[in-house]
Nanobody, 128 residues
Framework: QVQLVESGGGLVQAGGSLRLSCAAS????????MGWFRQAPGKEREFVAA????????YYADSVKGRFTISRDNAKSTLYLQMNSLKPEDTAVYYC?????????????????????WGQGTQVTVSS
């Protein structure tokens, strides 16, 4: 059983920064791509960022490109999302997820159906 536990969310003013973490257990972390998604009130869950299993390729939604950075520490089985220059429209519950396929990558990582394990989410609120 894979477990993903997010942390690091909170309330921040516009222009501020937060760093989200996602601690993974129960499966070989280093062999699977990981992603961050978010869901704002009344909206569908959407892709934010993903990182390949090898830590060499990253993918971002246009809305966060240049402001957010995804990274992973395979030795610690932990995924990160550094969020800078936060905007009120970044307010959402943020979820980490693990790709169902080992050693896979590509633009399919932007698709929620590729992920088979999800964390419980962490709330990020950006005030104006």
């Amino acid at each position: 059983q894979v477990q993903l536990v997010e942390s690091g969310g909170g309330l921040v003013q516009a222009g501020g920064s937060l760093r989200l973490s996602c601690a993974a257990s129960g499966r070989t972390f280093s062999s699977h791509a990981m992603g961050w998604f978010r869901q704002a009130p009344g909206k569908e869950r959407e892709f934010v960022a993903a990182i390949s299993w090898s830590n060499s390729i990253t993918y971002y939604a246009d809305s966060v490109k240049g402001r957010f950075t995804i990274s992973r520490d395979n030795a610690k089985s932990t995924l990160y999302l550094q969020m800078n220059s936060l905007k009120p429209e970044d307010t959402a519950v943020y979820y980490c997820a693990t790709d169902s396929r080992a050693y896979a990558g590509g633009d399919s990582l932007r698709t929620q159906s590729q992920y088979n394990y999800w964390g419980q989410g962490t709330q990020v609120t950006v005030s104006s």
